[in-house]
């Protein structure tokens, strides 16, 4: 099992950026694959990127590709967003989510999530 807290979220001017973090518990950090999700009020939760067991692959949502980077440091037990170029549609509480072996990008696959960061960025 594996807990998660969520950290480095805020309010931020459009086109400015901020970096979220992720900080897991215990000794198998490097056996799950994690991701990003963002939700709104009266939305599901959405897809934002997605990192491998080691960090080798990753996937990301169209509305972020080449704004966003995930990242991790399993010696840390730490997965990262930085995000760039910030937009008003950025706007949503941010989770972090763990799942043993794979990468999906649906929400219903991970097994485990943090309490949510908020992001929000004014225009």
């Known amino acids: 099992q594996v807990q998660l807290v969520e950290s480095g979220g805020g309010l931020v001017q459009a086109g400015g950026s901020l970096r979220l973090s992720c900080a897991a518990s215990?000794?198998?950090?490097?056996?799950?694959?994690m991701g990003w999700f963002r939700q709104t009020s009266g939305k599901e939760r959405e897809f934002v990127a997605a990192?491998?067991?080691?960090?080798?692959?990753?996937y990301y949502a169209d509305s972020v590709k080449g704004r966003f980077t995930i990242s991790r440091d399993n010696a840390k037990n730490m997965m990262y967003l930085q995000m760039n170029s910030l937009r008003s549609e950025d706007t949503a509480v941010y989770y972090c989510?763990?799942?043993?072996?794979?990468?999906?990008?649906?929400?219903?696959?991970?097994?485990?999530w943090g309490q949510g960061t908020q992001v929000t960025v004014s225009s």
């Open positions: 990192i491998s067991e080691s960090g080798g692959t990753t």
């Open positions: 989510a763990a799942r043993v072996f794979g990468v999906p990008t649906r929400s219903g696959e991970y097994d485990y």
């Open positions: 215990g000794r198998t950090f490097r056996r799950y694959g």
